[in-house]
């Protein structure tokens, strides 16, 4: 990959290579060497129809039906029943981001080379991605049984001047577009169709869309969690290297050290220094083993969503060499569906140790602020109910939660008797981050409340340039307001990712 595009070239594409790519909506391409081995993988499958071979997935039914023989004359008719009867899914449509990340992962399965497409495929994928035209997907409807099939004919109906578009800012018929643009629809030729509605990539497209939201609100929450320390004139004591090192974990150790640099030269800690507080709440002595965990958990996570989402998933595989096509499993969920349960669990602890530092904060009795953080409070009720805001997008997370993967429901008349779900693990785990980003935009609001009440102390030049920041989109509350704006507004203020940049411009400088 270059600054202007993505080449898939057969190496791996990384988790930097998809922040840019929906960062940048750069152009794809596939290598001139890649379009030569799917060209020889075609030329093998259509040796083998000629032959007149009965092979599953290319002249036969599919599912339950995998035993029907399809004449040849008929083959063309296969596949676009394929698509259109398969194309059942229901409810909103899916994020443009997330669309545009199944189309970029489905391009990288089918250049592998062992899917049996022509070029043609992926050159109208290329093509439908590089225009920016977006097919419209329905949210609901896979059980990742054999892979995302709904999601993904949802996907393919455009290609072949079906279905519906994001194209311009605006949904419309994918028949008009193509005609806009004088491009032919793809007439798809035996096991096209098929390749192109096995696999994982929805639900990959959701884990990968996940990574980078969750990258981006672990590195907020350090940064909102030191600021929390600060407000709560906490002891930078649980942080010191030695404590981290008798546990032996390597994210906790680092994510010590960053909070310690991150409160470096701070007056506020400077001011109680040799205090009588012996132990603060867990909330924040334990931030290294909470938020460490979840880095372990992140960690974890992006090695197998990286692996699905460079990975061949789609039935049967084509190996030309060896004159094979083999009907397996590749397109079983259950990887990515697994690590998707686990990462919802991880960031719905980072919501819930958010929530108590919160309610750390509130207390007076715990923290020595003011009530609710609000001066002249009774006449002014400060942030009770944000708290409460926060404590009920917590509870809602322990509901989301509950692990997908462990759900199964047999479908195609018992042939596709165990479903790995992993769509909807990816689905919930978005909807877990959406509530985490409400719940730490309300630690922010609370933690600069804090530092503001131990003026005309400072606290450390990068918590300061947090503030600094943030003060132009929330102000003080010297008195009640219309608090939903405010934690809108910060909301929005983590989203634009301003605080995962400031942490990677410290640690460059580190």
């Known amino acids: 990959m270059n600054n202007k595009k993505i080449l898939i070239d057969g190496s791996n594409l990384s988790l930097d290579d998809f922040r840019f790519f929906l960062e940048n909506h750069p152009k794809a391409a596939i290598s001139p060497k890649i379009m030569e081995n799917i060209s020889r993988t075609r030329q093998y499958i259509e040796k083998r129809i000629q032959s007149g071979d009965v092979v599953y997935g290319l002249n036969t039914g599919f599912g339950h039906l995998a035993s029907e023989h399809i004449p040849y004359e008929q083959l063309q008719k296969l596949q676009l029943n394929l698509i259109r009867s398969h194309a059942a899914g229901i409810g909103e449509p899916m994020s443009i981001p997330i669309v545009r990340l199944m189309m970029l992962i489905k391009i990288v399965s089918l250049a592998r080379g062992f899917s ?73 030729e035996a096991k096209e169709g098929l390749a192109i509605i096995n ?63 991150y409160l470096l030269e701070s007056e506020i800690n400077a001011s109680h220094k040799g205090c009588g507080k012996v132990q603060d709440p867990y909330s924040f002595r334990c931030s290294p083993q909470v938020l460490g965990a979840i880095w372990e958990a992140f960690d974890h996570a992006q090695k197998v969503l990286i692996r699905e989402a460079n990975a061949v998933s789609d039935n049967p595989l084509i190996f030309p060499d060896e004159e094979l096509v083999l009907s397996g499993g590749n397109f079983h969920g259950e990887s990515p569906a697994l690590v998707m349960d686990y990462l919802a669990l991880a960031v719905a602890e980072m919501g819930a140790i958010s929530e108590r530092r919160i ?42 939660a509950h692990p997908a993967s462990v759900d199964s429901l047999p479908t195609s008349a018992n042939q596709e008797d165990h479903v790995s779900m992993g769509h909807w693990a990816g689905q919930k785990l978005l909807q877990v981050l959406e509530n985490v980003e409400a719940i730490l935009a309300v630690e922010l609001i609370s933690a600069m409340q804090g530092i503001d009440m131990h003026r005309p102390l400072k606290s450390s030049p990068i918590i300061e340039e947090l503030y600094h920041h943030f003060r132009e989109t929330v102000p003080f509350w010297e008195y009640d307001r219309l608090m939903h704006r405010d934690i809108e507004a910060a909301v929005k203020f983590i989203r634009s990712n301003l605080l995962f940049h400031l942490v990677k411009e410290i640690e460059k400088n580190k």
């Open 199 to 261: 696999g994982t990539q929805s639900m990959v497209a959701h884990g990968i869309r996940a990574l980078l939201q969750m990258e981006s609100l672990l590195y907020s929450s350090e940064l909102i969690s030191a600021a929390s320390i600060d407000a709560l004139k906490g002891s930078l004591s649980p942080f010191h290297p030695a404590i981290q090192q008798a546990k032996g974990s390597p994210f906790n150790a680092a994510l010590s050290k960053r909070i310690r640099r």
């Open 359 to 400: 309610a750390i904060l509130v207390d007076k009795h715990m923290s020595g602020l003011p009530a609710f953080l609000i001066k002249n409070s009774g006449i002014n009720s400060g942030f009770m109910i944000a708290h409460v805001t926060a404590a009920a997008l917590a509870s809602e997370n322990k509901t989301l």
């Open 116 to 188: 049996g497409v022509r070029p043609a495929v992926l050159e109208q994928l290329l093509f439908f991605l590089n225009e920016g035209i977006t097919p419209v997907i329905p949210k609901k409807g896979s059980v990742g049984a054999s892979g995302d099939l709904a999601p993904l004919a949802h996907l393919a109906l455009p290609l072949i001047g079906e279905g519906e578009v994001f194209y311009k800012d605006k949904r419309q018929p994918a028949a008009d577009v193509l005609h806009k643009l004088s491009r032919l629809p793809l007439v798809l």
